[in-house]
């Protein structure tokens, strides 16, 4: 769904829309009772709730190619596909549910999505990218209905900012559009359905803002676009345009939004603040900075804990001991090299992302929690790392042990790595470490051909509890040949109790190029809390070795459980639209390793195999790993 009415209140526009949609599936413990059916979808009577996902030049919402809603049963939260009715204010949408005397809906569909007690349970992207007309993303726009029926007549849940950029100057084009208030405009939200108004109430903990780039990792030009928010009362409501030249324009001051409502923001680009000084400058003007899905500002840190690095600093950014280090978050300059040295607490961000520093060092890295701080954090933004420098002997790049029981943060965030042969990059090795958050995204990473320790993060057989996995809109890619017994998350078998517990997973929009998880899983552990595995590209054009020799079969498997009766797989799924190309290969690939699994929430899919080739005709360049897919599959691997 794309578009919206605006009613235009002085400098406010009200957005008259219906839009987003996720998905639950409640426990059951009966027979699978679900018929095919259909519902329309469109606009009520009497004009005041439109029902679509897109905008057109008439500022009409209208439904849009592969829309999908959530329709919940009350025991299922169903997939309903948009079957006719694209670019139009009324659709139909086909699916299978119980048949009950009422049905609740969302746009758009979401496994991950929950409904009980009247409620849904879903959330808001912070992220979000352009289209090419400037309206906001297809399957985004939340929106609810309800119905007796067979017909919906859904209700915008959310609010709308359009913020239309004018006068830009020339040579330059939209680097992104920032929001932040006081109060969160993005995350979890609730929706109450026991009546017949409906709004998203947040109900996250943290204060989540919102951002808007180009979905192709470019530029964008003058224009109006379009950010979703949650609806409320915002205090210190600010919006930063930010240019190419790293210039930027900011408007701020108290907001109120309401569902189905928004404001109408013009922002004239030629009145642009210079700044030479890249992410620092815009760090130090009060900007938010945004690292793996958080934002950073001047205002967390004392004046002598940010640093800037110019390229001709000497020495080591951190050893441990130095200056530089405890607490500080550190803006390199780029194209030069530092060494990073074992870390305690401690943001490194490379000033340009066009243009990044890289990090090596010659031996492994330890993580270990700060003496004077506290904290126990790495987090690196924007740089190469080189770990095909490191000579000694352990097999790993980086280690949490010692005496860290219990390590924050360690994301990494649009980071080129070159991995050193048979290194794998995180070792938890201290029995009983537990680890907050783990996050890789925007990453691309780089293995030489092999079948010995391609990890990305390994926990062996010691007890280990992670909080929080996510890997999103990485490239994982083999120039050389293929890998073999890679993963994700590795948790070896063990007769003990000893084993990985991931609490919440996530797995999107990465492309694997070349890259084989024969040996268990993509993912292995003891047991999993929710998980989401969506929107992933597998790709191969070499020879994928046989898994079982009897069989003379290969396998390969998403997400693996070492539990002997199965009950350490996650109850609550969101793993669905993952595809695969195999090439001359024939190859079985599963979500599950238990491949009948069921989860008692949410869905679990396995992968499409597909047999044209994603990047005939689009980007293959595997010798600096830029993948980009045709269009017909640009919404699946990393959208980068």
């Known amino acids: 769904m794309k578009k919206i009415s605006f009613f235009i209140f002085g400098a406010a526009a009200a957005f008259a829309s219906v839009a987003c949609s996720v998905e639950t599936m409640n426990p059951s413990t009966s027979a699978d009772t679900r018929v095919p059916m259909e519902f329309s979808a469109g606009i009520s009577d009497d004009g005041t709730a439109d029902s679509k996902t897109s905008i057109n030049s008439n500022l009409d919402v209208l439904w849009s190619e592969g829309d999908a809603i959530s329709v919940f049963d009350g025991t299922y939260n169903n997939k309903f596909d948009l079957t006719s009715g694209a670019d139009s204010k009324s659709g139909s949408f086909s699916g299978s549910a119980n048949e009950v005397p009422e049905y609740v809906a969302l746009y758009p569909y979401s496994a991950s999505a929950l409904y009980a007690n009247n409620t849904i349970t879903a959330s808001l992207p912070f992220q979000q990218y352009s289209t090419v007309d400037g309206s906001f993303e297809t399957m985004l726009y939340p929106s609810v209905a309800k119905t007796s029926g067979n017909s919906m007549i859904f209700r ?18 939209v680097s992104s559009i920032q929001l932040s208030a006081s109060e969160s405009l993005t995350g979890a939200y609730t929706v109450d359905t026991s009546g017949e108004d409906f709004e998203a109430v947040r109900s996250g903990s943290e204060n989540s803002g919102a951002v808007l780039t180009a979905k192709d990792g470019g530029n964008l030009a003058a224009g109006p676009y379009h950010i979703v928010v949650l609806p409320g009362e915002y205090t210190d409501f600010k919006v930063t345009v930010v240019l190419s030249d790293n210039s930027y324009v900011t408007m701020s001051g108290p907001a109120s939004i309401t569902a189905n409502g928004g404001l109408d923001i013009a922002i004239d680009a030629s009145n642009a603040t210079a700044n030479s000084q890249g992410l620092y400058g815009l760090f130090m003007a009060g900007e938010d900075i945004y690292i793996g899905g958080t934002a950073y500002n001047k205002s967390q840190f004392e004046e002598s804990d940010i640093v800037f690095r110019s390229t001709t600093a000497n020495g080591a950014i951190y050893n441990g001991s130095a200056s530089y280090g405890d607490g500080k978050i550190i803006f390199m300059a780029g194209g030069g090299t530092a060494e990073l040295g074992n870390v305690g607490d401690i943001i490194v961000i ?17 993580l270990f929690t700060n ?16 770990l095909a420098s490191i000579t000694t002997t352990n097999n790993y790049s980086f280690a949490v042990s010692g005496t860290t ?14 991995v050193q042969d048979q290194k794998f990059i995180v070792n938890v090795q201290t029995p009983g470490t537990a680890l907050d958050k783990f996050v890789m995204s925007n990453c691309k990473v780089e293995f030489t051909s092999g079948d010995t320790r391609k990890w990305i993060l390994s926990t062996a057989t010691n007890e280990t509890s992670i909080q929080e996995v996510i890997f999103n809109n990485n490239t994982f890619y083999c120039p050389d040949g293929l890998v073999t017994g ?10 003990t109790t000893n ?5 919440n997973l996530t797995v999107s929009n990465n492309t694997f190029v070349n890259i084989g998880y024969t040996n268990s899983g993509l993912v292995t552990a003891r047991t999993y809390g929710p998980t989401t595995v969506s929107k992933n590209l597998v790709f191969f054009n070499q020879t994928l070795p046989i898994t079982d020799q009897k069989t003379q079969t290969t396998t390969l498997n998403f997400i693996r459980s070492f539990t002997e009766d199965n009950s350490g797989y996650p109850s609550i799924t969101y793993c669905i639209d993952n595809i695969v190309y195999q090439g001359t290969n024939t190859a079985n690939f599963y979500t599950m390793a238990y491949r009948s699994f069921v989860p008692t929430s949410g869905i679990n899919e396995n992968p499409d195999v597909i047999e044209v080739n994603p990047f005939d005709g689009g980007t293959f360049t595997i010798e600096t790993g830029d ?4 269009a017909e599959y640009a919404s699946y691997g990393a959208q980068r």
Do not use: M, W
């Open 156 to 173: 915008n849940i959310a609010g709308l900012i359009r913020v239309t950029v004018n006068n830009l100057p020339d040579g330059t084009g």
């Open 350 to 366: 490379g000033n340009n992302p066009d243009n990044k520093p890289t990090l090596t060092k010659n031996t492994s890295y330890n």
């Open 499 to 503: 084993l990985t517990s991931v609490e």
């Open 627 to 630: 993948f980009t897919p045709t």
């Open 371 to 386: 003496a004077e701080t506290g904290n126990a954090r790495l987090i690196l933004a924007n740089v190469n790392l080189d």
């Open 405 to 418: 029981a219990h390590f924050e943060e360690l994301i990494f965030d649009n980071c080129d790595i070159t």
């Open 486 to 495: 890679f993963r994700l998350i590795n948790s070896q078998s063990s007769t």
